[in-house]
């Protein structure tokens, strides 16, 4: 599969070793492995920024996008891990230009990262629309009006006290335009956060905090952003079904109702679940014809009738 035609999940780790890098590192790694295997629709990027430099861990070789193809999760932990120890040990030599740069009077040259990271994502958003229109056939006109075929997400994660007072506000705009969101979470509580609310709020994204009482950053990532629902208590049905997974869950969590009469039907015991419309011809027996605590869901018309109300209807048309 061509990773240019998938969406991107963008992580930006904002570090100032105040949370243990490794241990970070490894809660993103087990999320984003988890993430990418479930949905099959993304690829990632991993960046970290510490002070005003930043690097790309992951993909940061050239047979890094290949991983995807293959889920060679193995692979990608191995690249990240150098990327990193490549990044790590050459922070003392990057505190050292920084202040031979502001003590020259060169502080101004050296570009806010967060600001750089978001004018590429710009860039590889916008890219990737330009190429998914101009490569398909007639691919100008089929997709006016469609809009966004992708799903880009940035979830930025905040280790430092300082709040992102110096991110250019234009990025920030252009991001909300092509609808990705930004979503942070903030692992500092010494930060007041006013800039990160801001932001969030603007781009309808998330935003995070951790607490005492929520300090699993891997259990967070997941259960915000899995491309998975989680399991649904439904009444015993036929006294066999207790959980169900729904992607489109037509039953509620209380007790079932007839959607013309809106009778709760309490102690349901037979559901009859048909893909035609109600007026076309069923073959039943007089027996089910004739229980009170049945119902029938019509799945073309997403309605659930109880069995009365399910007959007039019927004899209507």
């Given at each position: 599969?061509?990773?240019?035609?998938?969406?991107?999940?963008?992580?930006?780790?904002?570090?100032?070793?105040?949370?243990?890098?490794?241990?970070?590192?490894?809660?993103?790694?087990?999320?984003?492995?988890?993430?990418?295997?479930?949905?099959?629709?993304?690829?990632?990027?991993?960046?970290?920024?510490?002070?005003?430099?930043?690097?790309?861990?992951?993909?940061?070789?050239?047979?890094?996008?290949?991983?995807?193809l293959?889920?060679?999760?193995?692979?990608?932990?191995?690249?990240?891990?150098?990327?990193?120890?490549?990044?790590?040990?050459?922070?003392?030599?990057?505190?050292?230009?920084?202040?031979?740069?502001?003590?020259?009077?060169?502080?101004?040259?050296?570009?806010?990262?967060?600001?750089?990271?978001?004018?590429?994502?710009?860039?590889?958003?916008?890219?990737?629309?330009a190429?998914?229109?101009?490569?398909?056939?007639?691919?100008?006109?089929?997709?006016v009006?469609?809009?966004?075929?992708?799903?880009?997400?940035i979830?930025?994660?905040?280790?430092?006290?300082?709040?992102?007072?110096?991110?250019?506000?234009?990025?920030?705009?252009?991001?909300?335009?092509?609808?990705?969101k930004?979503?942070?979470?903030?692992?500092?509580?010494?930060?007041?956060?006013?800039?990160?609310?801001?932001?969030?709020?603007?781009?309808?994204?998330?935003?995070?905090?951790?607490?005492?009482?929520?300090?699993?950053?891997?259990q967070?990532?997941?259960?915000?952003?899995?491309?998975?629902?989680?399991?649904?208590?439904?009444?015993?049905?036929?006294?066999?079904?207790?959980?169900?997974?729904?992607?489109?869950?037509?039953?509620?969590?209380?007790n079932?109702?007839?959607?013309?009469?809106?009778?709760?039907?309490?102690?349901?015991?037979?559901?009859?679940?048909?893909?035609?419309?109600?007026?076309?011809?069923i073959?039943?027996?007089?027996?089910?014809?004739?229980e009170?605590?049945?119902?029938?869901?019509?799945?073309?018309?997403?309605?659930?009738?109880?069995?009365?109300?399910?007959?007039?209807?019927?004899?209507?048309?």
């Amino acid at each position: 599969m061509n990773t240019s035609h998938k969406s991107t999940l963008y992580i930006i780790l904002n570090y100032s070793f105040n949370e243990n890098i490794f241990k970070l590192i490894s809660s993103l790694e087990k999320f984003l492995f988890s993430f990418i295997s479930v949905s099959l629709q993304y690829d990632f990027k991993l960046y970290i920024t510490y002070n005003n430099f930043y690097s790309l861990l992951f993909p940061s070789k050239l047979k890094d996008p290949t991983y995807f193809l293959t889920s060679n999760y193995s692979g990608m932990h191995e690249s990240i891990q150098e990327a990193l120890n490549k990044f790590l040990s050459s922070i003392t030599d990057l505190d050292d230009k920084l202040v031979q740069a502001e003590q020259n009077n060169e502080s101004n040259e050296i570009s806010y990262p967060i600001n750089v990271i978001f004018k590429k994502i710009l860039l590889e958003v916008n890219n990737k629309k330009a190429s998914n229109t101009s490569n398909s056939p007639g691919g100008f006109f089929l997709g006016v009006g469609i809009g966004n075929t992708f799903n880009d997400k940035i979830i930025l994660i905040n280790d430092s006290e300082e709040d992102f007072d110096n991110i250019n506000q234009k990025y920030i705009f252009l991001l909300k335009q092509i609808e990705v969101k930004i979503d942070i979470l903030s692992l500092n509580k010494n930060n007041k956060n006013e800039i990160s609310k801001s932001i969030t709020f603007f781009t309808k994204g998330i935003f995070d905090c951790i607490s005492d009482k929520k300090n699993n950053i891997e259990q967070m990532l997941l259960f915000e952003y899995m491309p998975l629902k989680f399991t649904k208590k439904l009444p015993k049905l036929n006294m066999d079904i207790k959980y169900t997974f729904s992607y489109n869950q037509a039953i509620s969590d209380r007790n079932l109702e007839c959607s013309v009469c809106h009778k709760e039907m309490v102690n349901t015991r037979n559901i009859y679940g048909q893909n035609d419309e109600i007026g076309e011809d069923i073959n039943m027996d007089e027996k089910k014809k004739n229980e009170k605590h049945s119902l029938h869901y019509i799945e073309k018309e997403k309605n659930i009738f109880c069995n009365n109300c399910y007959y007039k209807l019927k004899n209507k048309k």
